[in-house]
Nanobody, 123 residues
């Protein structure tokens, strides 16, 4: 079993930055792909960014490309999401998730999920 815990969310103004962290426990996730998803009130959970176990391969949603950066420290069993130039439309609960094999943009393909962290961006 893998337990994921997100942190780093908060209330910021448009244009500000936040860095989310997701720390895994229970077993190593160094051989798992890790994804970040977000869900705004009344909307579906959508893919934001992902990173493969090899640390090199990443993928982003078009809406965050160039503003968000995903990274991981396998030695610390932790994944990060650096969010710059935040916009009000980035407001959502952000979740990290883990799955074997490669990055997927489909949330239902992930095996393990964190509890989420709220990000609120004011205009």
């Amino acid at each position: 079993q893998v337990q994921l815990v997100e942190s780093g969310g908060g209330l910021v103004q448009g244009g500000d930055s936040l860095r989310l962290s997701c720390t895994a426990s229970g077993r190593t996730v160094s051989n798992y792909a890790m994804g970040w998803f977000r869900q705004a009130p009344g909307k579906e959970r959508v893919f934001v960014a992902g990173i493969n176990w090899n640390v090199v391969t990443t993928r982003y949603a078009e809406s965050v490309e160039g503003r968000f950066t995903v990274s991981r420290d396998n030695a610390k069993n932790t994944v990060f999401l650096q969010m710059n130039s935040l916009k009000p439309e980035d407001t959502a609960v952000y979740y990290c998730a883990a799955r074997r094999l490669a990055i997927s943009t489909t949330w239902s393909s992930y095996e393990y999920w964190g509890q989420g962290t709220q990000v609120t961006v004011s205009s």
